[in-house]
């Protein structure tokens, strides 16, 4: 059985700063995606990981993957308000396991 | 990307009742995926519909509470029966399109509340 952890869960920045959030899953999958929800919405596409270090970036998010050591992580840098959210992984070459998600908050 | 169209984007349920959740998809697709989340929680996938066969349920989820449909290569709907407040979710409907795009796009779901 396929299992994706998450961590933090929970994560409290203040704007301007980094940090990263870490995903790790148990067996070997396809590719994994990240996801951003905001309250009360669907899950808006981030980025798809494909292979092993693939890395891509858009605006202030970068994400990476390292197949051999089933973990994905998504960079945050100099974060901004705007960036509060709540961030999935998900794994799986169709239906997807996700994890429980990071609820971020960024704080000015 | 895919567009989906989920109806109704919401409702409020009395126990013991069904909904019938319907997902529209622009273009044909192999395999259309439903999933649940819980308040506060994450996705759990439900099922996978494929058209021309019987969905394939995930553990811990039957047909008889959750029958699905797939009529055609565009339309799946989920029916979520006899409903309880343990019911009351989010319901999202995905699909992935390939070989040409790897990306998993979801339906803007269906907040259901069960009372």
């Known amino acids: 059985e396929l299992k994706v952890e998450q961590n933090p869960l929970f994560l409290s920045m203040q704007e301007g700063k980094n940090y990263t959030i870490y995903c790790n899953y148990s067996?070997?999958?396809?590719?994994l995606y990240w996801y951003r929800q905001d309250p009360g919405k669907s899950l808006e596409s981030l980025f798809v990981?494909?292979?092993?270090?693939a890395v891509k970036q858009e605006g202030r998010l970068m994400a990476s993957l390292d197949t051999k050591a089933r973990l994905s992580t998504l960079h945050i840098t100099a974060a901004v308000h705007d960036l509060s959210a709540t961030y999935f992984c998900a794994v799986g070459a169709d239906g997807l396991t996700f994890g429980k998600g990071t609820h971020l908050i960024i704080q000015p | 990307s895919a567009v989906i169209s989920q109806k109704p984007s919401r409702d409020i349920c009395q126990r013991g009742t069904s909904l019938t959740i319907q997902c529209q998809v622009d273009s044909q697709v192999t395999m259309m995926f439903w999933y649940r989340q819980q308040p506060g929680q994450s996705l759990t996938l439900i099922a996978t519909a494929n058209q021309g066969s019987e969905a394939t349920y995930e553990s811990g989820f039957v047909i008889d509470k959750f029958p699905i449909s797939r009529p055609n290569l565009t339309f799946s709907t989920l029916t979520v029966s006899n409903m309880s407040p343990e019911d009351s979710s989010i319901y999202l409907c995905?699909?992935?399109?390939?070989?040409?795009?790897?990306?998993?796009?979801f339906g803007q779901g269906t907040r259901l509340t069960v009372v």
């Open positions: 995905s699909v992935v399109r390939r070989p040409m795009n790897t990306e998993a796009f």
């Open positions: 067996t070997t999958s396809d590719r």
């Open positions: 990981l494909l292979s092993n270090g």
